[in-house]
């Protein structure tokens, strides 16, 4: 019996050890094939780009920062590691007492200063085309020219043409209205506007005038461009240009604002210029017809006696 019993144990153990090593196995092959994915380390390390200009120089500025960090930090780590080897503790040695070497200090303290002139350097080369937003491509939305705006913070292209898009963030959406009389008169002007999902033309220079009605929020949409903070009382600017007809491109509010905060996604659909100027009608006409039924709905409730007249 003690003999059976010992076989029926031996022969569990084994089942097990065979369970878990095909568990490991497929693990392994499971992390393997997300390892070798082509898109799996996408813009791991780096921030989005692809979408527009200043988000493209965005991810070479970082790239360039990257790559002078991973060379100091192999040279720093490298130096380390020799040391420690190279002077690691041996049977009666005595340890050397140095108090300081001039050359060495004056030195590292000329190359950090130096490796800072550089990052700078570059950095101040490279904003201009983050800052700055290029004139619209030939085969983008025709513009009859710019708006001029008291703010000096604002960003314009060069001829002053650009299609300007009202960005006003609450507690939990984005809303997006569409044109120049955007931020000075959206309402009376009968403006486009939309919920969540933003509708731009391919090729053509988009100027953001970004707003709250609530708290302070962050408008982000990482391939085309850093994030904005929305701020109650204030207007923010940025821009993007986008070329990639039928993109649509996700973002987040990137300020927390509320238990809601992570439902705050904005997205942005790229269409061709024909498309737009077709989306923009319909858009107008479909909120003129919505806002004819409220009228009348209005008229009829007055009638009935369940709406005053000075309540509606």
């Not at 568990?23 to 390892?35: E, Q």
């Not at 030195?107 to 490279?126: C, D, S, Y």
């Not at 240009?241 to 996604?265: D, I, N, P």
């Amino acid at each position: 019996m003690r003999s059976d019993a010992k076989n029926d144990l031996h022969r569990r153990g084994a089942r097990g050890n065979r369970r878990r090593r095909l568990a490991l196995t497929v693990a392994l092959i499971l992390c393997g094939s997300l390892l070798l994915a082509p898109d799996a380390f996408a813009n791991f390390l780096t921030p989005k780009s692809g979408g527009s200009p200043n988000a493209d120089a965005i991810h070479s500025l970082y790239l360039i920062v990257l790559y002078i960090a991973a060379v100091i930090f192999a040279l720093v780590e490298g130096a380390l590691f020799y040391s420690v080897y190279k002077f690691r503790a041996k049977k009666g040695a005595v340890a050397a007492q140095i108090h300081g070497n001039t050359r060495l200090e004056i030195g590292w303290t000329v190359g950090a200063a130096l490796i800072l002139v550089v990052l700078t350097t570059i950095t101040f080369i490279k904003l201009p085309s983050i800052l700055n937003p290029p004139n619209s491509s030939a085969d983008g939305l025709t513009l009859s020219g710019g708006v001029l705006t008291a703010s000096t913070t604002e960003p314009v292209p060069p001829n002053g043409k650009s299609l300007v898009i009202c960005i006003t963030g609450r507690q939990f959406i984005w809303a997006y209205y569409y044109g120049s009389a955007c931020e000075t008169d959206p309402y009376s002007s009968k403006v486009a506007y939309s919920y969540q999902e933003m509708y731009v033309p391919a090729n053509t220079t988009i100027v953001l005038h970004i707003q709250s009605l609530d708290v302070i929020h962050s408008w982000w949409v990482p391939s085309l461009g850093g994030k904005v903070d929305a701020v109650p009382g204030y207007t923010t600017y940025t821009w993007f240009k986008a070329s990639k007809v039928g993109a649509l491109y996700h973002g987040q509010c990137a300020e927390l604002c509320g238990r809601l905060h992570s439902a705050m996604t904005a997205l942005v659909k790229v269409l061709t210029p024909a498309q737009y100027q077709r989306w923009v009608t319909q858009q107008k006409a479909l909120i003129a017809d919505q806002e004819m039924q409220v009228l009348a709905l209005r008229k009829a409730l007055i009638a009935t006696g369940n709406l005053t007249a000075n309540l509606s």
